[in-house]
């Protein structure tokens, strides 16, 4: 593993702000393949499924808990070395290793092959996205944060919009093993590209912290954290949603080959487009309005993405019921943006929570709440549901799956306006 250079060892690095939204840009990519490697699995499940003889149980294992087990384990104690260290390096470095599981993916036998294949694409993008978020902090000041952060968040429909549709293509000419390896190989030679480009900033620089890149242990982040009501209620709210959001999008492709006769192509640029379209505009909106009114009130970066969840479930239950695709194309491009309101408030309350030494650390304690619950949990749950169901509904057994699976907004919601009451007071 190449050196990684201590914080103080940091060289001068330009502060303009179109280099600001050329690291943002790189931050971006990255995250896209990112969501690439980790949703590409989604639409290629149908010929999985088909090819090793799976079970939707096991499909929703391989997509959930294979990824999520070394994934949330790994990404505090990398997420710690980023508070001291590097971090351009350890996101280059990670960016390689989840790359190559992911071609090797493509050489996967049977089950358990591909299940440790996951496991390994789990242990690289652990230090993918923790440092990012404290690399986004320390570039853009407090007032453009939400924005920022969103807009790094654009990641997430781009790359899994792109993973469904590049999978979905590749499956359908080729197969599903070919659109592994390729996705994996463009993902290596990404790596060196990005570590020339962004370099590593001072920590703290817009918070009039230059100092607050002194390491510190996890038992006193999270005696920081302890303290902070908020950071856990939102934490737990996200995982609520997110295993809604998570299991969605890993098992909407099959939904609509399945309960709307789809061919697996059409199937990918149909979700591909619900997730770009409805995915960035969520995003954006989210990051704008917490940005406009959070500056005011600090509760607004908690009830906005509960006002969004609380309208979201009745989009998807009239999404997956209505018979008709082009209706149900508007209906789903709504409740996909609402889904997804959250991050630009939320991540930017996290690095508010904590002082600028902790943002990375603390960041990964979010992210091991809200993949191990969300990705762990959302695929496999909606999968055996889908199973458990489908004796008494056949091939809509996935339909009513998804039906009853929109109840865990109304819990993220919940504890959303809970938090509220006591981010004012959490806020640093």
């Known amino acids: 593993m190449p050196r990684v250079r201590p914080v103080n060892e940091t060289a001068a690095v330009p502060d303009s702000p179109r280099y600001r939204l050329v690291v943002l840009a790189m931050l971006v990519l990255v995250y896209t393949f990112n969501f690439i490697d980790r949703q ?44 001291r260290r590097n971090r351009t390096t350890i ?146 709210g996200a995982a609520a949603s997110s295993m809604m959001g998570y299991g969605l999008f890993f098992w909407l492709p099959s939904y609509f080959v399945r309960s709307h006769g789809m061919t697996l192509l059409d199937a990918s640029v149909y979700f591909g487009a619900i997730l770009l379209v409805g995915g960035i505009a969520g995003i954006w909106m989210g990051g704008w309005l917490a940005d406009r009114f959070g500056s005011v009130r600090r509760r607004m970066y908690a009830i906005i993405p509960a006002i969004a969840f609380l309208a979201t479930a009745p989009f998807y239950a009239a999404a997956v019921i209505v018979p008709s695709l082009p209706l149900a194309f508007v209906l789903f491009l709504v409740p996909t943006a609402l889904g997804l309101v959250w991050l630009g408030p939320v991540l930017s309350a996290i690095q508010h929570i904590v002082p600028p030494g902790m943002r990375a650390t603390a960041s990964a304690i979010f992210l091991f709440i809200n993949n191990l619950i969300g990705i762990g949990l959302g695929s496999v749950a909606l999968g055996a549901l889908s199973d458990a169901l489908s004796a008494r509904f056949g091939t809509d057994a996935l339909r009513y799956a998804i039906l009853a699976g929109t109840l865990f907004y109304f819990v993220a919601a919940a504890l959303f306006l809970i938090s509220a009451k006591r981010l004012e007071r959490d806020w640093i």
């Not at 989604?42 to 994934?71: C, E, N, R």
């Open 91 to 236: 996101m280059a470095v990670a960016l390689v290793l989840w790359s190559a599981m992911t071609a090797v993916c493509g050489f996967a036998q049977n089950f358990w092959q591909l299940f440790l294949a996951r496991l390994g694409v789990g242990v690289g993008e652990a230090g993918g996205v923790a440092p990012a978020y404290s690399l986004v902090a320390d570039y853009f000041p407090p007032q453009q944060r939400a924005r920022a952060l969103g807009v790094y968040s654009f990641g997430i429909p781009i790359g899994s919009a792109l993973g469904i549709v590049f999978g979905g293509f590749i499956a359908h000419h080729v197969d599903w093993r070919t659109a592994f390896i390729v996705v994996g190989v463009a993902g290596i030679v990404l790596a060196p590209v990005f570590k020339l480009v962004v370099r590593e900033p001072v920590r703290g620089r817009h918070d009039g912290a230059q100092g607050a890149g002194t390491p510190v242990s996890l038992r006193e982040v999270m005696r920081v954290l302890r303290a902070k009501p908020s950071f856990w209620g939102i934490s737990f």
């Open 40 to 83: 590409i699995v989604g639409i290629l499940a149908v010929p999985i499924k088909a090819d090793l003889g799976l079970t939707d149980t096991q499909l929703g294992l391989m997509g959930g808990l294979a990824f999520a087990l070394f994934y949330t384990a790994l990404g505090i104690p990398i997420a710690m070395l980023a508070d």
